[in-house]
């Protein structure tokens, strides 16, 4: 799935911070899950991008329920 803004472009790569902002998380927190090997950023030279759908695969595969919480 790709991305349209409100000016109509068809967005389907934004760089890190943006990234890390639409997952709701710190661009720290976002390297740490790049290190991790959970997502995996493409690179125009030296700029990390990544993909809208690798972002909304990422998101889909977190659990559902805090790990250190206990389930119901």
Known sequence: MTTVTA???????V???????ALG?????LRHHVRLG???PHFSGSKPL?????LERF???LPTHPEHLPSA
């Open 59 to 61: 998101i889909e595969q």
């Open 25 to 29: 998380l710190s661009p720290s927190r």
């Open 15 to 21: 760089d890190h911070v943006t990234a890390a902002a």
């Open 38 to 40: 959970d997502i995996t």
């Open 7 to 13: 000016t109509g472009q068809t967005v389907v790569a």
């Open 50 to 54: 990544y993909l809208v759908t690798d």
